[in-house]
Nanobody
């Protein structure tokens, strides 16, 4: 398994931006599927975005409809880090954000299911004020 550490959360006004980082330690992180999830107060954990690797096309990115066009997930293999660039933030984006990793997913639908991931970070708080 891989150890994950998130950073970059904070307090921002609506319309602002933040970049979250998910730093990993462990072998072959560049071939893992990595996702961001979030959990607001009293809410279930919600899928945000994922990057999935395969041997033919490399990385492919996916997004929840609620963040499409505003958030961007990316991976820097040299730094063993996955980023979540969040722009045009809204108060409803307020949550604890977690990154998670698993082996490459054979289907897209697997990426949005929290119980499909074996490694999780501790989370980082994002608060968007109105």
């Amino acid at each position: 398994q891989v150890r994950l550490v998130e950073s970059g959360g904070g307090l921002v006004q609506a319309g602002g931006s933040l970049r979250l980082s998910c730093a990993a330690s462990g072998p072959t992180f560049s071939t893992y599927a990595v996702a961001w999830f979030r959990q607001g107060d009293g809410k279930e954990r919600e899928y945000v975005a994922a990057v999935n690797w395969n041997g033919w096309t490399g990385d492919t990115t996916y997004y929840a409809n609620s963040v499409k066009g505003r958030f961007t997930i990316s991976r820097d293999n040299a730094k063993d880090t996955v980023y979540l660039q969040m722009n045009s933030l809204k108060p409803e984006d307020t949550a604890i954000y977690y990154c998670a990793a698993r082996a490459p997913a054979p289907t897209r639908s697997i990426l949005s299911r929290p119980n499909e991931y074996h490694s999780w970070g501790q989370g980082t708080q994002v608060t968007v004020s109105s």
